[in-house]
């Protein structure tokens, strides 16, 4: 079918015509082009920790919440680097698909991390391009309900609950459930072993995959 000359030339009126230097952008800037490369983290000082941390008036139970507090914090404000320097050299952060799970060799897993896998990952969402990190995104972590289930002389298990909103552009995610932490004595600090997560929302429906830890 052809086109009336009066309507081609208003179309044509209408086509808006990119430079070639638009074809060039990758990834985000591609999809939205007032994607800007999120900032680094980087330069931000860490959020301070309890004052009692270090004080003989802190109780075994107070420092585990504190490290819970401090650990929740360093995600929230997007400083992976120190989030994971939290961990044991040998430390794995593990969600698995469903509470009832317990190993992650031989059944699918929605995480399992060691320090060298959570350092390629970290990498990957500060890539410039990252459409994950665009503007307008960040959490907000709340941690309740610290319970330590069981101490040895080198071992400290703690159960605790946690809240987290995902704020994505103009959209919001909430995420809930239990964390267990299997807690290496390093002194008067500790070190995370392990990092459980359970979801209650793990089996919900989800408009795009998690890309940084919970």
Do not use: C
Request: no cysteine; glycine share 6%; proline share 6%.
């Amino acid at each position: 079918m052809s086109i009336p000359p009066k309507l081609q030339k208003r179309l044509l009126e209408d086509v808006v015509i990119f430079e070639n230097k638009e074809s060039q952008k990758t990834g985000a800037q591609s999809v939205a082009p007032d994607h800007s490369p999120r900032q680094s983290a980087g330069g931000k000082p860490l959020p301070a920790r309890s004052a009692l941390i270090d004080s003989a008036q802190s109780t075994l139970q107070q420092r585990v919440e504190q490290l819970l507090f401090h650990q929740s914090e360093l995600l929230d404000e997007k400083q992976w680097g120190a989030y994971i320097d939290l961990f044991a050299e040998e430390g794995v952060y593990w969600m698995p698909v469903t509470p009832e799970q317990t190993e992650w060799m031989d059944s699918p897993s929605i995480f399992v991390e060691d320090k060298r896998m959570m350092e390629i990952r970290m990498g990957r969402v500060m890539h410039p391009n990252a459409w994950s990190q665009a503007p307008q995104w960040g959490t907000s972590h709340v941690v309740g309900n610290v319970v330590i289930e069981a101490v040895s002389e080198g071992e400290i298990k703690v159960r605790s609950r946690f809240h987290m909103t995902e704020l994505r552009r103009d959209a919001t995610r909430h995420f809930a459930g239990t964390y267990r932490h299997t807690l290496k004595r390093i002194g008067d600090d500790f070190k995370i072993a392990l990092q459980r997560v359970d979801l209650l929302n793990g089996q919900a429906p989800f408009d795009y995959v998690l890309q940084i830890w919970v």
